[in-house]
């Protein structure tokens, strides 16, 4: 089966990934961004067949140029979310966009007559919130908004994926609706647009971060989320699901030893100690963008990805794998120089 998809945020690192696979397997696409000038840009590291690939110029905050984009689309991928690397002051600079973003193209997706919807959600909508411990999320929980610890970003995934849930159910029943829920997203690049994800691994190889704090995330490949979205918008039966993305949770110290025993002298300044919790909590006090990860130390918020696996026959690369292959291109673009 191929036809013509929208994949929304299209100079974004798993939407790049997602238009590739799409294009590679016979389709179309088409693809939202914010300033038509990125295009010729992101063509260029896309590397695809171009007379699969239209642009179109589009925000999540304003109707214009939606219903253009998704014109002629049978199947939609909302990938584009903001995810800042820094800590707004307002939880609401990034709630906002994402739940109206969300809501905006499954309302043009119904003018449209959209057959298959899947959104972009995260693990930040599903493990964050809940009491400390060594826990294994599935696609039954999500993230407690009623503790005031949860950070803006997981919020702001928390609240986009309810929210288009809820209008599904009671606007949208004759779509098919699923999410995708990844963990950190790591894995080569496309382009020298970094994503949070692949900062923290930009500042291990440089140095930039003295000792490991007590933090981790689960991991999980780009090209492996990119093929989880594509499962998703493909297979047969997919109506009302949830996928959680994600490899084995690995803190940071982890990470970097990963870098330091595969690299040798190319991760001769990623840090070798873990930093004890009150140091972190010290630098927190004169670090605002630190503050919101003090109630993140020592947590263990993995993710069971066995209902993606089964379902959809879904697999994935180690961790190993993809934090290499982000330090690989990291250092092949010259953006971290060893």
Avoid at 75 to 92: E, N
Avoid at 259 to 272: E, I, Q, S, Y
Wanted: glycine content about 8%; charged content about 25%.
């Amino acid at each position: 089966m191929a036809g013509t998809a929208l994949v929304t945020g299209g100079s974004g690192y798993i939407a790049g990934f997602l238009i590739r696979q799409l294009i590679a397997n016979g389709w179309t696409v088409h693809t939202t961004v914010r300033n038509l000038k990125r295009e010729a840009d992101v063509r260029g590291w896309l590397d695809v067949d171009n007379d699969k690939l239209k642009f179109f110029a589009a925000d999540l905050e304003h109707d214009a140029g939606w219903a253009e984009s998704i014109a002629g689309c049978s199947h939609v991928a909302h990938v584009a979310s903001p995810f800042p690397l820094g800590v707004p002051k307002d939880a609401d600079e990034l709630v906002v966009p994402a739940r109206e973003g969300a809501l905006r193209a499954l309302r043009f997706a119904r003018a449209a007559g959209i057959k298959r919807f899947v959104l972009t959600s995260s693990m930040a909508a599903v493990a964050y919130g809940h009491d400390n411990g060594g826990d294994i999320y599935s696609e039954a929980d999500w993230t407690n908004l009623d503790n005031p610890d949860v950070m803006p970003y997981p919020r702001s995934k928390t609240v986009a994926e309810r929210a288009a849930r809820d209008w599904v159910a009671a606007e949208g029943s004759d779509i098919e609706f699923a999410s995708v829920n990844p963990a950190a997203v790591f894995g080569p690049l496309l382009s020298d647009d970094l994503s949070t994800s692949i900062e923290l691994v930009k500042q291990l190889l440089e140095g930039k971060v003295p000792m490991c704090p007590d933090i981790g995330f689960g991991i999980i490949d780009v090209r492996d989320v990119a093929d989880l979205h594509y499962r998703a918008l493909t297979a047969e039966g997919v109506k009302d699901e949830r996928y959680i993305c994600s490899g084995p949770f690995l803190k940071m110290i982890d990470v970097a030893n990963i870098l330091t025993a595969n690299l040798g002298d190319r991760a001769k300044k990623v840090p070798t100690r873990k930093m004890p919790d009150w140091l972190f909590k010290l630098f927190a006090l004169v670090r605002p963008e630190l503050k919101q990860l003090v109630a993140e130390l020592g947590n263990v918020r993995g993710g069971d990805s066995r209902h993606a696996m089964q379902s959809l026959g879904w697999t994935m690369r180690s961790p190993e794998d993809a934090i290499l292959a982000t330090a690989h291109s990291l250092i092949e673009r010259g953006i971290v120089r060893v």
